[in-house]
T-cell receptor
Framework: DAGITQSPRHKVTETGTPVTLRCHQTENHRYMYWYRQDPGHGLRLIHYSYGVKDTDKGEVSDGYSVSRSKTEDFLLTLESATSSQTSVYFC??????????????FGPGTRLTVL | RKEVEQDPGPFNVPEGATVAFNCTYSNSASQSFFWYRQDCRKEPKLLMSVYSSGNEDGRFTAQLNRASQYISLLIRDSKLSDSATYLCVVFSLRGYSTLTFGKGTMLLVSP
């Protein structure tokens, strides 16, 4: 299995509080991604990174920010959590960003509940 | 039309059955196609890539029809361990390069 860890694995927080989720990889892959998964929806991309300090928005980026100061770490921050951000968050990594070789490896996920 | 659509499922089949999953995609410029598998409360994992010529991996066969924008996955001789949700995934370039996931089809294989 690819070396990807996420922390925390579970979190319960209150509306309006800031929350930071961490993704750590040991594969030295260039690309990192944050997705959310909700019932009735496929995995949806929040933000992604194509290198240290290089990030861009995905499909559902409103209310989220990211940072990548090192190759191995990709942080997702909810500045002021809302109940609509209750979800399972998956981090993923890939060696390349395009084409048939763009296999993405996923972390174990973080279950976030916003009360 | 949603970007990637799959049979809603769930599919309930007995061990040994053959089961087929269907998927359609809306972006004709999509470049790469995959099936991922996701066990309950676990992360998705790549099952197989899908090539235009079709490809087989043991009991699993994937087909792609670009003209119809249709992807399929066939599982022969189903095992209990095949019980999972199968995600159809499409890669497209659209300003950023990333994957679009279908909602998934759940498979339950019973003894």
């Amino acid at each position: 299995d690819a070396g990807i860890t996420q922390s925390p694995r579970h979190k319960v927080t209150e509306t309006g509080t800031p929350v930071t989720l961490r993704c750590h990889q040991t594969e030295n892959h260039r690309y990192m991604y944050w997705y959310r998964q909700d019932p009735g929806h496929g995995l949806r991309l929040i933000h992604y990174s194509y290198g240290v300090k290089d990030t861009d928005k995905g499909e559902v980026s409103d209310g989220y920010s990211v940072s990548r100061s090192k190759t191995e770490d990709f942080l997702l921050t909810l500045e002021s959590a809302t109940s609509s951000q209750t979800s399972v968050y998956f981090c993923a990594i890939s060696e390349t960003g395009t084409g048939i070789s763009n296999e993405q490896f996923f972390g174990p996920g973080t279950r976030l509940t916003v009360l | 039309r949603k970007e990637v659509e799959q049979d809603p499922g769930p599919f309930n089949v007995p061990e040994g059955a053959t089961v087929a999953f269907n998927c359609t995609y809306s972006n004709s410029a999509s470049q790469s196609f995959f099936w991922y598998r996701q066990d309950c409360r676990k992360e998705p994992k790549l099952l197989m890539s899908v090539y235009s010529s079709g490809n087989e991996d043991g009991r699993f066969t994937a087909q792609l029809n670009r003209a119809s924008q249709y992807i399929s996955l066939l599982i022969r001789d189903s095992k209990l361990s095949d019980s999972a949700t199968y995600l159809c995934v499409v890669f497209s370039l659209r300003g950023y390069s990333t994957l679009t996931f279908g909602k998934g089809t759940m498979l339950l294989v019973s003894p």
